[in-house]
């Protein structure tokens, strides 16, 4: 499967944004997918997941409460929207597939097996 990912941009800080990541092939549904993130100088980290069937969802602790992943998989679309951000959210977001997962939430780098190209999301104070 290939993953683009779009929708980052600038934002001050309290605004929104929502990223989204179109995937191709015909069995979305089969992948579970999740949004990693990657400031520089800073390790990947996780931020959200979501099951195959969009029934369950997790979240990083950082960004509960702000941040929500859903999917339609009628479109082989994941969203992350993405509320009240703040400057330490700023980060490259990466979305990524993990195809024989499809019944739980993903929540490490080593189990997905796709990866989107990344998009950036700049949060000025």
């Known amino acids: 499967v290939q993953l683009q990912a779009s929708g980052g941009g600038l934002v001050q800080a309290g605004g929104s944004l929502r990223l989204s990541c179109a995937a191709s092939?015909?069995?979305?549904?089969?992948?579970?997918m999740g949004w990693f993130r990657q400031a520089p100088g800073k390790e990947r980290e996780f931020v959200a997941a979501?099951?195959?069937?969009?029934?369950?969802?997790y979240y990083a602790d950082s960004v509960k409460g702000r941040f929500t992943i859903s999917r339609d998989n009628s479109k082989n679309t994941v969203y992350l929207q993405m509320n009240s951000l703040k400057p330490e959210d700023a980060a490259v977001y990466y979305c990524a597939a993990a195809e024989k997962l499809h019944t739980l939430v993903v929540l490490t780098t080593i189990d997905y097996d796709y990866w989107g190209q990344g998009t950036q999301v700049t949060v000025s104070s």
């Open positions: 092939g015909r069995t979305f549904s089969s992948y579970a």
């Open positions: 979501i099951t195959g069937s969009g029934s369950s969802a």
